[in-house]
């Protein structure tokens, strides 16, 4: 997608210390300024990365000399994938209009949120009480913890981490892009999912806006140029740069992740 040969180093030379430091295996793109780092010769994928190896990225992410730094994460809602887009300053996630997208996204930001939540908990002195409801329960209670219900034990019990905990929340953002939208769907969906995300939870949800489906966009990914390149005045690419603008509008260079929690 980048107009680039699959490098032949990335996060598996990292972690089985060919190189030193993670920057040592970005390679160059076509963009200027734009540098790789692949994970695709990398003996684990990210759902299986023990917790060492994990800790050891999200570390090398951290020290990383760009001014953003960006991670492309797939689907899922394992424990590694929810902790690597945590480590972000903000998090983007991006759906299909299709009923089975837009579940999975929603399954997703859950899955996030009620992570996010047990994070501050877990590091920032919450009482015993609230420990024990969250974290040492039986296992049917624990997963039948909604998000909700978790800042609702922690007004019952520890109400004066209540507003602490309500504030450490929406300080989290939430960014959605809705990709390969057709002149059939609705023009209305982002800015209601938006509106849900934002009524039922602390946390901070924007909708970024979409991105026109075009059959043009695979046959750039097989041909290995870029699409905005090759088609510079379409709409998706309009779609793209008023996306990126909106995201780096009133951001200063972010090198620097937050701390999970």
Known sequence: MLGIESPASGIGSF????????????????????SFISSMHCAMEIPNLPY?????????????????????????????????????????????????????????????????IKNIIRYNDFNAAVQHAVFNSNSAQRISLQPSNIVDI????????????????SEFNFKLILNQVRNNSDPALGQKIETACN????????????IKYDERVPESIFSKNLYVNKYPYTTISNDLKTIAAMITKNNAPASELNQLG
Do not use: W
């Open 199 to 210: 009524r039922h939870m602390h946390a901070s949800f924007h909708y970024l806006g979409s």
């Open 15 to 34: 972690l089985n210390r060919s190189v030193d430091h993670l920057e040592q295996v970005a390679a160059p793109t076509n963009v200027p300024n734009l």
């Open 52 to 116: 060492l190896q994990k800790q050891k990225i999200i570390r090398a992410i951290r020290k990383l000399p760009f001014d953003y730094v960006i991670l492309d994460l797939g689907a899922g809602t394992n424990f590694n994938t929810l902790d690597f887009f945590l480590t972000a300053s903000e998090g983007i996630f991006i759906c299909i209009p299709e009923p089975t997208s837009i579940e999975n996204a929603f399954r997703f930001v859950q899955a996030t949120y009620s992570r996010k």
């Open 154 to 169: 922690v007004a019952r019990r520890d109400p004066d981490k209540e507003i602490f905990l309500k504030d450490k929340l």
